[in-house]
């Protein structure tokens, strides 16, 4: 087998028996076809916390607090707005760190995402890792910024850029 590309890795399938792919190492984004030029791409990475509230239109409308969610988009909206109102008024009152807390607190009791376990932290990652609104968001907030709501096809989202 030929060298890879500058910027290339290769590993074996796990799910495909015999089967290579490869990953850009500046992206972590993978493929199948072996890479014919150098990686494209940036290794800034980010760290964000997120509250997710999925609704019946959601990708998979299931998390770990119920088999089978039922509730409206606007209802999610609703909730989601209600949670980043909260937050920016403890900001405002108590400042950063009084926000960083209610917010892991707030994502550890009521995000539909299995990062709900670590305060919504879904540790570092970046470009081309995550569904496009919510890389996007998540790299154009400051570092103790919080987003606007954020729609994708798991929920919808607010996001407090940590790194």
């Not at 850009?24 to 990475?45: I, K, V, Y």
Request: net charge negative; glycine share 10%.
């Amino acid at each position: 087998m030929s060298s890879l590309p500058s910027g290339w890795s290769s590993k074996q399938s796990k799910s495909h028996e015999g089967k290579t792919y490869y990953i850009n190492n500046l992206t972590g984004e993978t493929t199948w076809d072996m890479p014919t030029e150098a990686a494209q791409g940036s290794s800034e990475q980010v760290q964000v916390l997120h509250i997710l509230k999925k609704h019946s239109g959601s990708r998979r409308p299931a998390s770990w607090r119920c088999d089978n969610i039922t509730q409206s988009k606007e209802t999610s909206i609703q909730q989601i707005a209600a949670f980043r109102d909260d937050l920016i008024a403890t900001a405002n009152s108590g400042g950063a760190q009084a926000m960083y807390d209610k917010f892991q607190k707030i994502a550890f009791d009521e995000s539909d995402c299995g990062s709900h376990e670590r305060g919504g932290d879904l540790g570092l990652f970046g470009r081309g890792q995550m569904q496009k609104p919510f890389e996007d968001a998540s790299f154009a907030l400051n570092v103790g910024e919080i987003s606007e709501l954020v729609d994708t096809d798991s929920g919808i989202h607010i996001i407090l850029r940590i790194r």
